[in-house]
């Protein structure tokens, strides 16, 4: 419990993501957005919005904590598609964040891996990476760099 109390408040955030996924391409975008995070729960639920002022879309996030299992689900809301049913799933372990889940990209089945990671009280790192064959390699095709704002 706890552990995205780090999150709390404004961040620019500075994305970078790969614009094919899956198919072994390296070029890459770089985009601005604006996070503002939300505690609940007594630290056990996290809440943020994500403005992606140059794109066609924009996101949230709501991450629960199950004590019972010592796990977070988080959940993704698209503001184009809608929420994303499949959680990623996992913990915190020495400072850094690691979550899967199983879903598709496009039809094709994935493994996805979200870290959290760098968390300082003025900035923090999140990347998300896919595996095509069972988590045996990873492909990072977005990441976010965030620093606090005020």
Same mark, same amino acid.
């Given at each position: ?12 955030? $500075? ?21 503002? $995070? ?5 630290? $056990? ?15 949230? &996030? ?38 899967? +889940? ?17 968390? &300082? ?7 998300? +990476? ?6 045996? &390699? ?13």
């Amino acid at each position: 419990m706890n552990d995205f109390d780090f999150l709390v408040g404004r961040w620019d955030v $500075a994305n970078r993501r790969l614009l094919k996924r899956g198919v072994g391409s390296e070029e890459w975008e770089e985009f601005p957005g604006r996070c503002v $995070a939300y505690g609940f729960f007594d630290g $056990a639920g996290s809440f943020d919005t994500l403005t992606l002022p140059t794109k066609d879309f924009d996101g949230a &996030t709501v991450r629960t904590y199950d004590a019972e299992r010592d796990e977070w689900s988080i959940y993704w809301v698209n503001s184009r598609r809608g929420l994303d049913p499949v959680p990623v799933v996992g913990r915190f372990v020495d400072g850094v964040g690691t979550f899967y +889940a199983d879903d598709t990209d496009d039809g094709r089945p994935i493994r996805v891996r979200f870290i959290w990671s760098g968390i &300082t009280s003025d900035s923090c790192h999140w990347e998300q +990476a896919f595996s095509y064959d069972g988590g045996q &390699t990873w492909e990072t095709n977005w990441t976010m760099d965030s620093t606090r704002v005020g």
